[in-house]
């Protein structure tokens, strides 16, 4: 055969090569650069390896969340009014702060000014509070309202959600999940996440784990524990001292009342707060039982040797998400660590440790969309999907043989190659293959072959005008090329629009698809024409090609 | 073999008769649209909950639903799901059930727990096996040591019989049992199952009667979301066609084509509502992968009509029309009918979670054929023919752009 033919075969053949390695070797270790299969065994486990399967084939969990970054700016909003009233009482400005939230917006409300200070209000914010406006209340001279820019809210809503985002990344990283997924969803003032989870297939424990704000305080406690809140109260003469707090727990000692709320007047302010853990892990107490210990940074150390050193004998509330967990007495000054008892189970105390590790969320988290495949139905999906390939494929190839003979060997040929080349492609790039995916690949066989039937159409047509053989399928080739570019053109356009705007398996569909038509713009045009003319050059002059 | 010898059909002149069958179909779809309130949604875009389960037996509904009414989900829809033989049941709760303060899966896990006390109940102590996961099954096993591997150490120990339960495990998810083994015995066939394996089974575990296979939870917001977004989606597919057909040939072209598969998708929805199935995400994913098959479609008939326009120098438009299309027929119905064979096989053996998709693959294959003849082409005619009037000396269907228009 030419030289040009015989260079064509070559690259064709190579690409076969490359294509099947590409599928068929996978390494078993990390000794093995190359894992070339030498059973059948480990060949279809080395297929298996290499094809990365979507949630609805593999069994998974697909979650859709929604950080809360509201959270974010009521906390910043309460922050600034301790401070604004702290400088307010520095600066003997006699005004009253509230917070107010109207209409999704949190801001401060001062009453209360006097005339001759408001100029001092006003540079006092400018100077004190650079990310806020003051400006008037309407209806009251004296009054003023404090609001966040909104670029500095923007700011604060964005960081809320990347370092929720990253949270939950670590929690669930911790969690051993094998390739994840964790990213943004939905539009920028969606502030929703997904999470792909594959092979979880109960969530429950995840999710809690996700949720959970994981807020650790220690604080000192100052009275109780009291039977309830009214108690409490009733028994400071219904107003609680200054800097003090009053938070419920559960009473653990032993003995009477054992699991009933107590409530505990606490010191305000934290003396150790989760910024100041370095680690947290389950252990067993004294007793045998389920807790965790922790240890503290350097800073968190001192402070925390400050606060025990100078409480000797009182109690120290170790405070979850603003529940009392428990309040052990001091014994003697305490450095780096402490220890969290409670009624935990194994599980539990090994979750908590996993939260505490991977730091506090800085704004709580609601759950929008939950879906779960279990494996059965994976594994169910994916021999339907074979199944309807090979049954697909096959009438597709005996329809081409007995319409076309000769050239429907060809056109079989391609469609061949067309397939290697795209379960290669999704082999190289990691791509997920899903359900729609796999339906992707049967709509590429039935429209790929149709790019053979352009072309033997045109050749058919071409010869009944009389052309030589070897004009004719030059002729058909070149006429039908045009249109096979539109037609792909305008197949892969939609395919990419569902990429945009889809999820998991439609883009699985979306991929499938247009790899399956680049793949099929190659082996229709090129690799049928090497065939063509390879059976050109074999034939007699004159003779006529089977088609 | 040939199936079509030169055909030489008077399409045209038969186009009342196809607009005649095109409007038939679209009343009858927007009728049964009007008459259901509405298209059928799906749990994407209705939002709500949906449990999938499997029955080791033929599920009692009555039954289920007595059950379910005592933890005060009476307003559960429960259906049967798939082949008679498969024993599956969906339950569904609206969105609505739920209050919006409860977390998004109590409806979830009411059901779960409904069906945990009806039907997987075992003796004290045990573990349900059809429901566990390969960690519980290996942790029972390393504990039991049936294979008297103790001698081994302790890392051989616990990744052996890890590879055991995870065997045990995906035997019993792969079809035919697909998660829900009705005895022991039937795990004889895994491979590294002794009698004492079974016997440490049988000690440890018992055998529930039903499996969760699937759930979907979907809020409100989300589904109105995406009910926005497939509307978008759609319309954001056909102006892009529309662009990019105006850019390879001309405006009335474009307008054609757009108008054709909009007709498609709309007798696509119709046909969906007059067979009550649910309209969820992956059909609308089909559906524009119709919009895409459709052009396909009428692109080629356009670049035939355009090849005879630019050849011809004395024709009538509406014969040029006919003879584009009689030229187009083998190849358009060939491609068809071998897309169509594809389809088919993955609509009668893709199973039941791909049969919305596989549906609208079907009915839009058909369809996208049957509208670039019978709708995109007599809108060029009308076009043309209208436009021929006004034009003294012109012949029809001519891209007058200058010398080089005539390639469009």
């Known amino acids: 055969m030419g030289i040009k033919i015989r260079n064509r075969v070559i690259i064709i053949a190579a690409l076969i090569v490359l294509c099947l390695l590409g599928i068929i070797c996978y390494p078993a270790s990390e000794q093995e650069t190359v894992g070339f ?8 486990e080395n297929v298996r390896n290499r094809i990365r399967l979507g949630l609805d084939l593999k069994g998974g969990t697909h979650l859709v969340l929604q950080v809360q970054v509201e959270d974010a700016i009521n906390v910043t909003v309460d922050l600034a009014q301790e401070r604004l009233r702290d400088e307010l009482r520095a600066k003997a400005i006699p005004a009253n702060v509230e917070k107010k939230t109207e209409d999704h917006k949190t801001y401060l409300v001062i009453t209360g000014i006097p005339q001759d200070k408001t100029n001092e209000l006003q540079t006092l914010v400018t100077e004190q509070f650079p990310d806020w406006d003051l400006t008037r209340r309407a209806g009251d001279p004296s009054a003023r309202e404090l609001s966040l820019k909104a670029s500095a809210a923007a700011a604060i809503r964005t960081q809320a959600l990347e370092q929720s985002k990253s949270t939950i990344r670590n929690r669930i990283d911790q969690l051993g999940v094998t390739e994840p997924t964790i990213a943004e969803y939905g539009g920028q003032t969606d502030y929703e996440v997904v999470v792909q989870l594959p092979g979880v297939d109960d969530p429950s424990r995840v999710k809690d784990i996700i949720q959970s704000t994981a807020m650790l305080t220690l604080k000192i406690v100052q009275d109780g524990p009291y039977t309830s809140r009214e108690a409490a109260l009733a028994a400071h003469g219904g107003i609680l001292p200054p800097d003090s707090e009053l938070l419920p727990g559960r009473r653990e000692t032993g003995g009477e009342g054992q699991g009933a709320e107590a409530w505990y007047l606490v010191n305000r302010i934290a003396a150790v707060t989760g910024r100041d853990l370095r680690d947290a892990q389950p252990r067993p107490d004294e007793n045998g039982r389920p807790s965790v210990s922790f240890n503290l940074t350097r800073d968190g150390a001192v402070r925390f040797g400050r606060v025990t050193g100078q409480n000797v004998g009182k109690q120290l509330a170790i405070i979850l998400d603003n529940r009392v967990v428990s309040a052990p007495v001091i014994q003697s000054q305490i450095t780096d660590s402490g220890r969290i008892t409670g009624s935990f189970t194994a599980q539990q105390a090994a979750d908590l440790a996993l939260v505490l590790r991977s730091g506090a969320l800085p704004a709580s988290i609601k759950y929008l969309e939950e879906r779960t495949v279990g494996p059965s139905l994976g594994a169910d999906s994916i021999r ?10 096959l009438a597709v190839m005996g329809f081409m ?33 899903t359900l729609p995916g796999i339906a992707g690949v049967i709509l590429t066989v039935g429209m790929g072959v149709d790019s053979n039937v352009l072309i033997f159409e045109r050749i058919r047509e071409e010869l009944r005008m009389g052309k030589t053989v070897g004009a004719a399928v030059a002729g058909g080739f070149e006429h039908a090329f045009v249109t096979i570019i ?18 998991g398996p439609i883009r699985g569909f979306a991929v499938t698809l247009t790899i399956g038509l680049l793949a099929n713009l190659f082996t229709s045009v090129f690799v049928s024409r090497v065939i063509f003319d390879y059976m ?3 034939r007699e002059k004159g003779e006529a090609i089977s088609i | 073999m040939e199936f079509f010898h030169q055909p030489k059909i008077d399409w045209m002149g038969k186009k009342w008769y196809l607009i005649g069958l095109s409007l038939i179909l679209l009343v009858a779809g927007l009728v049964s649209i009007a008459v259901r309130r509405g298209l059928v949604y799906g749990i994407d875009f209705r939002g709500g909950t949906l449990v999938y389960v499997k029955f080791s037996k033929q599920p009692d509904l009555d039954a289920i639903r007595g059950e379910l009414k005592r933890v005060n989900l009476g307003g559960a829809t429960i259906q049967r799901y798939g082949a008679a033989l498969d024993n599956e049941v969906i339950i569904g709760l609206d969105v609505g059930t739920t209050a919006s303060t409860d977390a998004l899966d109590a409806g979830k896990r009411a059901i779960v727990g409904a069906l945990a006390g009806q039907y997987g109940v075992g003796p004290a102590g045990k573990v349900d096996f059809n429901n566990a996961s390969p960690q519980t099954v ?37 079809p035919p049992h697909s998660g829900l083994i009705a005895d022991f015995q039937e795990l004889r066939g895994v491979a590294g199952v002794t009698p004492a394996v079974l016997d440490t089974l049988g ?13 979907e939870i979907v809020g409100p917001k989300v589904g109105t979301d995406l009910r926005r977004q497939a509307i978008y989606v759609t319309l954001a597919g056909l102006a892009a066609m529309l662009v990019y057909i105006w850019f390879r040939f001309e405006l009335i072209y474009g307008v054609a084509a757009v108008i054709a598969t909009f007709h498609d998708v709309l007798i696509t929805l119709g046909i969906f509502s007059l067979l009550n199935k649910e309209i969820s995400l992956t059909v609308i994913a089909a559906l524009l992968s119709l919009v895409g098959y459709s052009m396909n479609d009428t692109i080629v008939v356009f670049d035939r009509i355009r090849e005879n326009v630019r050849l011809t120098k004395r024709e009538n438009f509406l014969d040029l029309v006919n003879r584009s299309v009689n030229q187009t027929l083998s190849r358009t119905i060939l491609t068809s009918g071998l897309t169509f064979l594809a389809v088919l096989s993955l609509y009668l053996f893709g199973g039941e979670v791909i049969n919305g998709f596989a549906l609208t693959l079907v009915i839009g294959v058909i369809i996208g054929t049957y509208s670039s003849i019978a709708v995109a082409s007599p809108i060029l005619v009308f076009f043309y023919q209208r436009a021929g009037q006004n034009r003294v000396g012109m012949k029809p269907g001519v891209i007058e752009r200058g010398a080089a228009g005539a390639r469009g």
């Open chain 1, 486 to 503: 539109d037609t792909h053109v305008t197949t892969i356009v939609s395919a990419l629009i569902l990429f945009t705007f889809g999820t």
């Open chain 2, 203 to 215: 000690k440890d575990f018992y055998l529930s009667q039903y499996a969760v296979r699937n759930t």
């Open chain 1, 401 to 433: 043989l007995v319409y076309y003979r000769g050239a429907g060997v060809n056109a079989n040929l391609a469609l061949v190659l067309n397939l290697i080349m795209l379960v290669a492609a999704l082999a190289y790039f990691g791509a997920v293959l």
């Open chain 2, 138 to 174: 290996a942790e029972h096993l390393v504990v039991a040591d049936p294979l008297r591997l103790a001698y081994k150490g302790s890392d051989e120990v616990l990744s052996g019989y890890r590879q055991l339960a995870e065997a045990l495990v995906n035997f019993r998810n792969s």
């Open chain 1, 37 to 44: 299969p030498k059973t059948f065994q480990r060949l279809k």
């Open chain 1, 536 to 538: 050109l050059t074999k």
């Open chain 1, 384 to 393: 339907h999907g074979v199944v309807a390939s090979i049954v697909g494929l």
